[in-house]
């Protein structure tokens, strides 16, 4: 794709100023794993997501000069594409990128070969991607007019500065494409995008550039579906900006439902209610060129905010480590029409899983949540609320979390054993320990069950004088399932 640098100022045609922020840092988890998809084309070795080269780089958060973002994995929409028919490419086109080596067959993708375009934008990931997404021109064209990302429930939130979306895009630094953005303020009953906030153009001047960015990919394209061929590899740097729903013109406690991406040719005489037709080629032209449409766009799609910041509901989130994990919420009004409250748990706060609801009830204003699945709490647990309204709205929570507990690292004195040893261990509940003597062969050679209480138990290992000098291994199964190993050596 062509590269420009923009002129060092905003372009507003009919949009508004804003206040968007150039994201500096990206931190990511590892998502190892996908279908695994190998193929031969044109003398060419094709391996997608397949083991070592099968690891995906999830965005948990980022930040930018004004602070630190998270990812609200709670809040999960769907991507969809408006397409165009009159330009070079047709039909359901897959135009992507994937992390990969730049040498040549065999072609090593990291990403998973996507069934389209679609699901290729759906997981979060910086990565992957797709190379000029609103090009209709050069030889590496999409035929792509608008991409929505949309949250049907909607979401509203009152800290609509510290909440936005973020927009990655992979290129030269100083460099990357401009693009148009509209909040979506209103769906039909298909789903579909019928509302829009104030359209705004952001420039490469708007673009933060991302430290230690770098990645090389390969480029592939075909038809939706099929075995996607080499179209051009490379090594580039990363860059984002993040977008308050505020710079969107979305104000406090109203309702979103995503946004969406266009072009930077949509015309100056445009408004946001010409967004919703993308037929119309005056304001959507089929013959974008690299210029205003070669966004290389990265497929990093959803809600992010500062997550110190709770939504317009609560106003207290908290946790305690009791017998069990109990959270404890209040909301500020008891009239302000919440259907039930979900809560999600999470061991990496970033992978959430619902674990129960709570039903709102009219006049409560305190509430609590008991997970009785954290007896056995050894790893630290994250938790956050979806605060579901009856008018089918979601907004979500600040994280909390509970630090785990771990059982006293059991020890073997002394260490060498002459005749006699004892394990001192600390364990969580009464029950039974089972030790087992290993050899270096791997064989159990000595087993031993021993009753022990809550606390520091002081154990004496049985028969160890009748053991051949040498070096032993003996395992310690603790009452809660958990095991230790302990190396030592026989005189």
């Known amino acids: 794709m062509k590269k420009i640098i923009a002129p060092l100022f905003l372009l507003f045609l009919n949009q508004i100023a804003f206040a968007q922020a150039k994201i500096i840092t990206v931190s990511t988890t590892d998502v190892v794993g996908g279908t695994a998809t190998n193929y031969v084309a044109g003398g060419n070795t094709y391996n997608w997501a397949t083991s070592p080269n099968n690891v995906q780089k999830r965005v948990t958060g980022f930040s930018t000069a004004a602070g630190s973002f998270g990812y609200a994995s709670a809040l999960a929409g769907v991507v969809k594409l408006k397409r165009s028919t009159g330009g070079t490419t047709t039909g359901d086109f897959s135009l992507v990128w994937s992390e990969a080596s730049v040498t040549a067959s065999p072609f090593n993708m990291q990403a998973a070969i996507p069934a389209n375009m679609e699901s290729y934008f759906s997981a979060n990931i910086f990565n992957k991607g797709t190379d000029n997404l609103f090009d209709n021109t050069s030889s590496n064209s999409n035929n792509i007019e608008r991409l929505d990302w949309i949250l049907s429930a909607g979401y509203s939130t009152a800290n609509v500065t510290k909440t936005g979306f973020a927009v990655f895009e992979r290129g030269a630094d100083d460099a990357h494409d401009p693009f148009d953005i509209a909040a979506i303020t209103g769906?039909?009953?298909s789903g579909n995008p019928n509302a829009y906030g104030p359209v705004l153009r952001i420039l490469s001047t708007n673009y933060g550039n991302i430290t230690n960015s770098s990645v090389s990919y390969r480029i592939l394209k075909g038809a939706s579906g099929t075995n996607l061929l080499d179209a051009?590899?490379?090594?580039?740097n990363r860059g984002g900006v993040f977008l308050s729903l505020s710079d969107l013109g979305i104000t406090a406690g109203a309702t979103v439902y995503g946004y969406s991406l266009l072009a930077a040719d949509f015309p100056s005489s445009a408004t946001s209610t010409d967004v919703v037709n993308t037929s119309n080629t005056t304001n959507f032209p089929v013959n974008t060129g690299a210029l205003s449409g070669g966004i290389d766009l990265i497929a990093t799609t959803g809600i992010f905010a500062d997550l110190t910041v709770l939504p317009i509901s609560i106003e207290s989130f908290t946790a305690k480590q009791e017998n069990y994990n109990k959270l404890y919420w209040k909301i500020a009004d008891p009239e302000n029409e919440i259907n039930n409250f979900t809560i999600l748990k999470s061991t990496n706060a970033v992978d959430f899983s619902e674990i129960g609801n709570v039903k709102s009830i009219n006049n409560i204003d305190n509430y609590n949540f008991t997970d009785y699945n954290s007896a056995k709490n050894y790893t630290s647990c994250y938790y956050k609320l979806v605060i579901k309204k009856?008018?089918?709205?979601?907004v979500f929570s600040s994280i909390v979390k509970i630090n785990g507990i771990k059982n006293t690292a059991a020890t073997i004195l002394p260490n060498p054993v002459l005749t006699d040893a004892?394990?001192?261990?600390n364990v969580l509940k009464?029950?039974?320990?089972?030790?087992?003597?290993?050899?270096t062969k791997g064989e159990?050679?000595?087993s031993q069950k021993t009753k022990v209480q809550k606390g520091s138990n002081n154990i004496q290992l049985k028969k160890v004088e009748a053991l051949k000098p040498g070096s032993y291994i003996v395992k310690i199964i603790l009452p809660d399932g958990h095991a230790q190993s302990i190396p030592f050596i026989k005189k």
């Open 422 to 425: 004892v394990i001192n261990c």
């Open 430 to 439: 009464d029950g039974y320990i089972n030790m087992l003597i290993i050899n």
């Open 444 to 446: 159990e050679i000595i």
């Open 232 to 236: 051009s590899t490379n090594t580039q």
């Open 187 to 189: 769906l039909d009953v």
């Open 390 to 394: 009856k008018n089918g709205q979601s």
